[in-house]
């Protein structure tokens, strides 16, 4: 019998099943198509701290440093960029003083960023901009590689893997679609937004994101992540749908642009959405204008109600540890996730306090 089975084998899973294989747990990743096929493959690959609530900033700050501390010995892509927080007005930069000092109270390095010195940061910015704030320490990576090279890790530490679906999850044992099933000591579910296929009462609705993806361009446009103050209001949102200015420089010389957010919608790409999306973006970045578009994608965040991911046990179903929830910064925030998995599992403390992210906070005991 496994120690621990990892249901799922995006960021989340592979982040997960690394950390507990290395921790000398025997551990099984069952999947149900490929390695970072869910919102994984969808994501920006943006590793930001965020400062929406303290068990955010908390979290994202723990993980932010984790990815640091992991990139000198990774293979793959992994730029600290930082993050240009760009103030569209004087009533946007009215806030930034406020969100700087919040950064600093959790140990984030963070500074205000004046009008000439947001051109001198970013030339290509639109003129008449305010100003902004300047996050050095934010990173950027692609997605899928990373996800690849956490598992190569989990394989090296004696993790296997399995390609099948999970059709239920009882008492530390799970059922596969072919009616076979696995008995295991710990369950992590670490399925994203498809959790509530399993359970449909998990607090989770899909929000889906559009992306999209510019040729390569013949020099850098742009050096920082960049991302309009307002975001946050996007992120917060309603049921209605939104767009926000977010712009990634590629390491192969293009540009990856967002973002929207609207729950509940079909995978298929939206025009009218797509359209107010790089509206907004060209608003910030005329050049974008001559670019070429080459690729738009969409994918599916998992939203819960107060905007933090569900880690910790599932009060319902013995030895369940539910590792979902975590909207749009599943990237950001996979390796903070894998160490209080860890810690809910064998003991082993992580930096932080898990009791903001327990899911026990969102739905009763059953
Ligand atoms: C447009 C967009 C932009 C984003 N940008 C960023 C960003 O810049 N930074 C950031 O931090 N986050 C970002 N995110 C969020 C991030 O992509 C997700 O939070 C993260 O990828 C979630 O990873 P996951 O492993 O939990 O889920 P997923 O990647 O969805 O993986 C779940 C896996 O579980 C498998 N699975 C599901 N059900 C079963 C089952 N029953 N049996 C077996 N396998 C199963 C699926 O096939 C899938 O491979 C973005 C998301 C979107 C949509």
């Known amino acids: 019998m496994m120690d621990v089975l990892v249901i799922g084998a ?3 899973g592979a982040a997960c099943a690394q950390e507990l294989a290395s921790a000398g747990l025997s551990v099984g990743i069952v999947e149900k198509s490929e390695p970072a096929f869910g919102a994984t493959a969808a994501g920006m690959g943006h590793i930001l701290v965020l400062d929406d609530s303290e068990a955010q900033i908390r979290l994202t700050a723990y993980s932010r440093d984790l990815w640091h501390g992991l990139a000198p010995s990774y293979r793959t892509e992994f730029r600290t960029t930082g993050t240009l927080w760009v103030a569209a007005n004087e009533q946007e930069m009215g ?15 963070a500074e205000v960023v004046g009008q000439d010195q947001l051109y001198q940061l970013e030339p290509a910015l639109a003129p008449g901009l305010a100003g902004g704030m300047r996050i050095p320490s934010d990173a950027v990576l692609y997605p899928p590689t990373a996800t690849t090279e956490l598992l190569d890790r989990a394989f090296r530490s004696g993790a296997t893997y399995l390609r099948s679906e999970i059709k239920s999850i009882g008492a530390h044992l799970v059922e596969l679609v072919n009616g076979e099933t696995m008995e295991t000591t710990h ?3 670490a ?10 009462s998990l607090p989770i609705r899909k929000r889906k994101g559009h ?3 510019t040729d390569r361009l013949p020099r850098p446009l742009i050096r920082h992540q960049l991302i309009e103050t307002g975001y946050l209001q996007s992120a917060h949102g309603s049921d209605d749908a939104s767009v926000a200015f977010n712009l990634q420089p590629r390491s192969t010389g293009q540009l990856l642009i967002g973002s929207s957010r609207q729950f509940e ?10 359209e107010r999306m790089l509206a ?19 994918g599916f965040r998992a939203a819960t109600p107060d905007g933090l991911p569900l880690i910790g046990p599932h009060s319902g179903i013995p030895g369940l540890i539910l590792a979902t929830g975590h909207e749009g910064l599943g990237i950001s925030t996979s390796l903070a996730t894998a160490k209080l998995v860890r810690q809910h599992i064998t003991g082993t403390k992580a930096e932080i306090d ?7 906070r969102l739905f009763p005991a059953t």
């Open 10 to 12: 995006g960021i989340v």
């Open 95 to 109: 806030a930034i003083e406020g969100r700087r000092d919040f950064y600093r109270k959790y140990g984030v390095d």
């Open 187 to 189: 369950v992590v579910l």
């Open 191 to 200: 399925a994203g937004a498809d959790a509530t296929k399993l359970f449909p």
């Open 211 to 213: 992306l999209a993806i």
């Open 265 to 274: 919608s079909s995978r298929e790409v939206e025009l009218p959405i797509v």
């Open 280 to 298: 907004q973006a060209v608003s910030y970045v005329p050049a974008l204008r001559d670019c070429l578009i080459t690729r738009i994608w969409t």
């Open 354 to 360: 898990p009791a903001p992210y327990l899911p026990d």
